[in-house]
């Protein structure tokens, strides 16, 4: 069965720290691979997509950037975090056109 | 662009009680997810509706879909305290997922 890990689960960065959350899915190959970004008591927001290996798209501008350095590994960073930054993350991977399987979250508070 | 409206947007009723959240989308589409989500949790999927007048129950939960009307709704059969939270639709387009905003829901004893 396919299995989706994410990590950290929490972490609190101080203003313009960089950041590195990472994902990884199992018992899958090729998988289109998500980030989405939940503000407090909001709706989803996708931030990054990928169908394959280095591919990435971005949805909205920002100062987060994605890379998919495996076909199964996909990470999340910034430079500088900002703010506004703060939000729960979350990476989700599906087949195509399948459903959206997510995992734990990753809560970042930038302070 | 296809957008997706969920109504209402916070639900707050009685154990026992049924109640029903609406999914509205614009453009044609012919699948519709239902997720849900647990506070500070991640999401879980509930449903998925690939044909007009799909119909998906699990336990006190029913989702359906109306293609031609552009709805879902998502129906709840004698609520209990362990269905409060926030559930989620979602619409593809175009092989990407549009969602809703999502209906809190508060089931109280």
């Known amino acids: 069965s396919q299995t989706i890990h994410q990590w950290p689960a929490t972490l609190v960065q101080p203003v313009g720290s960089p950041l590195s959350l990472e994902c990884t899915v199992e018992?899958?190959?090729?998988?289109?691979l998500y980030w989405y970004r939940q503000a407090a008591g909001r709706g989803l927001q996708l931030l990054f997509y990928s169908v394959g290996i280095g591919q990435i798209s971005s949805e909205v501008p920002q100062n987060l950037s994605a890379s998919r350095p495996q076909d199964r590994q996909f990470i999340l960073s910034s430079k500088k975090l900002l703010l506004s930054d703060s939000g729960f993350y979350l990476c989700?991977?599906?087949?195509?056109?399948?459903?959206?399987?997510f995992g734990e979250g990753s809560w970042l508070t930038v302070v | 662009e296809l957008k997706v409206e969920q109504n209402p947007l916070f639900l707050s009723m009685q154990e026992g009680k049924n109640y029903t959240i609406y999914c509205n989308y614009s453009?044609?589409?012919?699948?519709l997810y239902w997720y849900r989500q647990d506070p500070g949790k991640s999401l879980e999927s509930l449903f998925v509706?690939?044909?007009n007048g799909a119909v998906k129950q699990e336990g006190r939960l029913m989702a359906s879909l109306d293609t031609k009307a552009r709805l879902s709704t998502l129906h709840i059969t004698a609520a209990v305290h362990d269905l409060s939270a926030t559930y989620f639709c979602a619409v593809d387009s175009n092989y990407q997922l549009i969602w809703g905003a999502g209906t809190k829901l508060i089931i109280k004893p």
């Open positions: 989700a991977w599906s087949v195509v056109r399948g459903t959206i399987y």
């Open positions: 453009t044609t589409s012919d699948r």
């Open positions: 509706l690939l044909s």
């Open positions: 018992g899958t190959s090729n998988p289109n």
